[in-house]
């Protein structure tokens, strides 16, 4: 059985700008969107039509952008919601709708039978406008499952191309979502679509196990951004998808880096240090054992290779280097040191290490080494590091 080829719905412009604080302008949303375009991202939700004249405005730009991606817009399942979707230029339209027993009667205060009928006279009415409908089943994670494939049903019937599987307020586990998608899949045709929240951490997890278990489609916005603790990271999903499944995107994340930094500028966002595949400390190394290892073969502490994310493999001197990433470094410098010099020299390293809390840098480097040329060895690399052999060299407690 081949594997299956899972399409990525990003929502960077709708969900991703949701998170509290985040406003892009017109500038950056076009930016934004001609970037995701250029990794190959198939589909991108765009943006709310019934937030203003000014938001439609900017998705009829975008839609006139020349993008490869299909567009889609969100709406909730109104009259005037609907309305605001005309004539904008996009592809499909999202109605959303919640489909919980908590939402339906705390939130709308309306019935299950409602909510069908609903979901029938709305996807009617935006096909009757030349949407194709993606029917988003709001809170879908909490709702009862019979109710849920009624839902499908229904939508199916009144010719919607896709359901989405809302975990709205991110309480899912990847076991229970892959059960959930199987079931929906037995029971219908629909393209399936995920939409993960991060709360409890298990965004990117859960979407793997939704694609596993019959999803067609994945929400994903870049870092993961988005309301609460987040979405599931576009980089995450489609590296993992490929690397642990052999699960094809169709999405070349080489050029990912400059989309990182022009989302993270517009966000007002930081990228985290040690963020999963793009934060500036996830290729950075500087533990002896683990440079000496990376020397020898990078594939010796490389579980994902940079090079698919446009990124190599930095190697820092610290607390924890040994002699073999010193000598490293300074022949990056073109100087080539000896065993003894770089034991004399990684003394200088890890004083400043702790001293300074930072890396030295490359001229500091050159100026330690002409001191240790113009002054000769004061004392021996046995007085500096009596306990230290080059067996043991670099080990640390892990």
């Given amino acids: 059985m081949s594997a299956p080829h899972i399409i990525i719905d990003d929502t960077t412009l709708r969900d991703g700008e949701q998170s509290a604080g985040v406003a892009f302008t017109l500038e950056e949303r076009i930016a934004i969107a001609q970037g995701l375009d250029q990794l190959g991202v198939p589909e991108l939700e765009v943006g709310i039509p019934a937030m203003g004249t000014e938001e439609r405005e900017a998705i009829r730009c975008l839609a006139t952008q020349g993008l490869a991606a299909r567009l889609l817009v969100w709406a909730r399942m ?102 959930r998608f199987q079931r929906m899949r037995a029971h219908s045709d629909l393209e399936l679509e995920m939409h993960a929240h991060d709360d409890l951490g298990l965004a990117t997890a859960n979407s793997l196990a939704a694609a596993l278990g019959g999803a067609t489609h994945l929400n994903t916005t870049v870092h993961g951004l ?21 699960v094809e995107t169709g999405i070349d994340l080489r050029r990912f880096p400059a989309l990182s930094k022009l989302v993270e500028n517009a966000s007002g966002r930081p990228v985290h240090w040690q963020k999963s595949l793009i934060g500036e400390g996830v290729f950075t190394h500087e533990a002896g054992i683990h440079v000496d290892g990376l020397l020898k073969d990078p594939a010796n502490y490389q579980g994902v290779d940079p090079a698919l994310l446009g990124r190599s493999h930095r190697l820092v001197l610290g607390k924890h280097s040994g002699t073999g990433a010193v000598m490293a470094a300074y022949a990056a410098l073109g100087i080539s040191l000896s065993r003894a010099q770089a034991f004399l020299l990684l003394a200088r390293v ?38 230290l052999h080059p067996s043991s060299e670099g080990l640390t407690c892990s």
């Fill in 78 to 179: 109104r009259d005037d919601d609907l309305l605001a979707c005309h004539g904008l230029g996009v592809d499909m339209v999202d109605l959303s709708i919640p489909v919980s027993d908590q939402q339906i009667a705390r939130k709308l205060r309306r019935d299950r039978a409602w909510v069908l009928a609903t979901v029938d006279y709305q996807v009617r009415a935006a096909r009757q406008m030349g949407l194709e409908v993606c029917v988003g089943g709001e809170d879908a994670s909490r709702a009862a499952e019979d109710f849920l494939l009624a839902v499908l049903q229904t939508a199916a019937q009144a010719g919607a191309r896709r359901f989405r599987f809302a975990d709205t307020v991110g309480i899912m586990e990847p076991f229970g979502v892959h059960a």
């Fill in 226 to 246: 988005g309301e609460r603790a987040g979405n599931a990271a576009l980089e995450e999903v489609v590296l993992a998808l490929r690397q642990l499944h052999h």
């Fill in 350 to 387: 890890r004083q400043m290490a702790v001293s300074d809390k930072r890396p030295p840098s490359e001229h500091e480097l050159a100026q330690w080494y002409q001191q240790l040329g113009e002054d000769g060895p004061k004392v021996s690399a046995e007085a500096v590091f009596p306990a």
